[in-house]
């Protein structure tokens, strides 16, 4: 289903032989990428050690930055991620997990601001459930087309995120625009929907169910005949079709279904434990950091847990910098970009080790 | 039709070139890099800095100064990506995506280093249209098509440009054999990863002009992010265009035409909220391309 699947992170044989590289290579791909932001930095004529300073602060100087910005900020990286390690395994390039999430949010709020007088147990899992079945059903529309006509799901899934954000401004100044019609933005969901959080802090309900997320997608990819499927699909769609008798292009339609799922999972979750509300750029570009997090945890959901918190403490941090140093929050992107691509240069590099160890000789590229 | 009508055409048309501008730029640039083989999913971060340079570079040294810069700023988004796809081996689509990010992380950083948080307003100078001698004389189609600013011309040049360079040059035939059949290409002596380079360079260039064709001569400002997504767009015209340059070009006018379309809505004051207009494109794109894509095929090596 990729139009490039042979360079993605190669699936990791059990844990054992993967932490210790994994880690190298995160730990690598993390000090570049803060090593050229802080150059950058320089260059640009700011105070590079002040912004790093306030960057650790924001992420781990107290108890409330860490429980409040960091791991709040996970939540929602680890949902997409995990959905991202799900719809990559199966060799569909999902890059719409932004798309995705707004169409979540925007159920979860029409479904939260519906949900005055209803018990919370009702509330809550009726805004997940809505949050995840809007992201499948936004993600359908890319495997449908891919399924019946072959339209590359990078451009369609690309090309329905912009759609999507159209929807939120017309949503918020139109049918779910609050009562005064005044500000561009719905009413708070009711009290019932809204997850509770840990004593003192902002950490809310949303952290437990990433986690468990991730244990389950974990499970799930590495422990079940459906997660062999899939990862057979992404490794080798040819020979998963022919000797593995696997319905290849419909095994990763499901993984793009999924990763639609539990991106509109996280959107319904920054709804009911984060904002309350739905406006624009609710999403401070979840969609494309959840691709970050997921190939820095080299698509392994469990590994997502750690590189999510890490992507949530970049994210904290950035927002203090921004605060003190007054150094633009987007500035972090660029640490995002590097880390990509300083994993993927480290998995073409083992690649290449590995072929010239069993000397394989026939290599196409 | 009386007058008044004409009037409405000729303005809805000249804004359909207007909007397509940018896209047509890119989009060509981006058919020479998919032909050579090389899907440049940077090409929207290569517009964004296009964009941001080509409002710096026309600050301090007027318009045409900020052309220049805007296609370095291309380039050298194009060179990371290329070195990074083409030079060491990475997953085209997601090395793409990391040098977009990067590329909204910088011009976001430089930005408001530049203009602070008030913006540049419309202090930047631009690029006025040129009406051409004689053809913007010539009753709606000359009064939409000829007389735009320079970029616009340079689209319009660029599409024969660009055939006669894929299927008249040696290295058109080259290229084009990169992308369909690289090991073949290679064991019959095609410099393959050079070709690419070049390619994908070429893309970054016409992507940097792209950008800097929004900000001079249509937008007439800088904003953050202000590509929202032409970059991406111009890469599902390039598909809809079936990867040929005048194809490419008529993809392009259609856009342009779809986007055109809310501003004709917008004067008739329909009952239909904007936003919907604004989507109209992107899911006409998506039409499109369901229409289109089983009909036709890629490069067989593309994104290899």
């Known amino acids: ?365 | 039709m009386s007058a008044p009508d004409l009037d409405a055409l000729t303005a809805f048309l000249a804004a359909a070139v207007r909007v397509a501008t940018p896209l047509l730029l890119a989009a060509i640039g981006e058919t020479v890099t998919e032909r050579g083989g090389v899907i440049n999913l940077s090409l929207e971060g290569a517009m964004l800095a296009g964009a941001l340079a080509a409002a710096l570079g026309a600050g301090a040294g007027g318009p045409w100064a900020g052309v220049l810069t805007g296609a370095l700023a291309g380039l050298a988004a194009a060179a990371l990506f290329a070195a990074v796809s083409v030079g060491a081996g990475v997953n085209q689509i997601l090395a793409g995506t990391a040098v977009t990010l990067m590329c909204v992380g910088i011009t976001g950083t430089v930005y408001r280093r530049a203009y602070g948080y008030g913006g540049p307003g419309l202090t930047i100078p631009t690029l006025a249209p040129l009406p051409l001698p004689g053809l913007s004389r010539i009753p709606v189609l000359g009064e939409s098509l000829f007389a735009q600013p320079v970029p616009t011309y340079l689209g319009f040049l660029a599409v024969p440009a660009a055939w006669w360079l894929l299927y008249r040059t040696r290295t058109g035939l080259q290229l084009r054999a990169t992308g369909e059949a690289a090991e073949l290409a290679r064991a019959a002596g095609v410099q393959v990863r050079l070709l690419r380079f070049a390619a994908t360079l070429a893309g970054g260039v016409f992507g940097g002009v792209a950008g800097a064709s929004l900000v001079l001569a249509q937008v007439g400002t800088f904003a953050e992010r202000m590509t929202a997504g032409r970059g991406y767009v111009a890469i599902a015209i390039v598909v809809l265009g079936r990867w040929h340059p005048v194809g490419v070009a008529l993809a392009a006018l259609l856009f342009g035409a779809a986007t055109a379309l809310q501003f004709l809505f917008q004067a008739l004051g329909l009952a239909v909220p904007y936003q919907v207009f604004l989507m109209l494109p992107y899911l006409l794109t998506l039409g499109a391309l369901a229409g289109a894509v089983g009909r036709v095929r890629p490069p067989a090596d593309l994104g290899r």
Not at chain 1, 335 to 360: H, N, P, Q, T, Y
């Open chain 1, 1 to 365: 289903m990729s139009a490039g699947g042979p360079e993605l992170p190669a699936p990791s044989r059990g844990w054992r032989r993967a932490l210790p590289r994994g880690f190298r290579d995160g730990a690598l791909a993390l000090a570049v990428g803060l090593g050229v932001l802080a150059l950058g930095l320089e260059a640009a004529g700011y105070d590079a050690p002040a912004a790093l300073g306030a960057l650790w602060r924001g992420a781990f100087g107290s108890w409330y930055a860490l429980a409040s910005g960091t791991l709040v900020r996970s939540v929602p990286l680890i949902l997409i991620g995990v959905g991202i390690c799900l719809a990559f395994r199966g060799g569909a390039l999902n890059i719409g997990a932004e798309g995705q999430f707004y169409a979540g949010a925007i159920a979860a709020t029409w479904i939260g601001v519906h949900a005055a007088g209803w018990p919370g147990l009702a509330a809550v899992p009726a805004l997940w459930l809505g949050g995840a079945l809007a992201g499948a059903l936004w993600a359908a529309v890319p495997a449908w087309l891919k399924l019946r006509f072959g339209v590359l799901e990078v451009i369609s899934t690309l090309l329905l995120n912009f759609v999507a954000e159209f929807l939120v401004s017309w949503m918020v100044q139109g049918p779910l625009q609050e009562a005064k019609h005044i500000y561009p933005q719905s009413d708070a969901i009711a009290a019932a929907a809204r997850l509770p959080a840990l004593a003192g802090t902002r950490l809310h309900l949303g952290f437990a169910l990433a986690l468990a997320v991730g244990l389950v997608g974990w499970y799930v990819l590495t422990r079940t005949l459906w997660g062999f499927r899939l990862r057979a699909a992404g490794a080798g769609p040819r020979a998963a079709e022919v000797s593995g008798r696997i319905a290849v292009p419909r095994v990763a339609a499901a993984g793009l279904l999924w990763s639609g799922a539990l991106a509109g999972l996280a959107g319904a979750v920054e709804i009911g434990g984060v904002s309350y509300a739905l406006f624009q750029n609710l999403s401070p570009g979840y969609g494309f950091t959840g691709i970050a997090v997921a190939l820095l945890a080299r698509l392994d959901p469990l590994a997502v847990l750690a590189t999510g918190a890490l992507f949530g403490a970049l994210e904290a941090g950035a927002g203090a910098m921004q605060r003190e140093a007054a150094i633009p929050a987007v500035a972090v992107y660029v640490v995002e970009g590097v880390i990509i691509l300083v994993i993927l240069l480290a998995e073409v590099a083992a690649r290449r080790a590995r072929r010239a160890a069993s000397g394989a000789g026939l290599v196409t590229g």
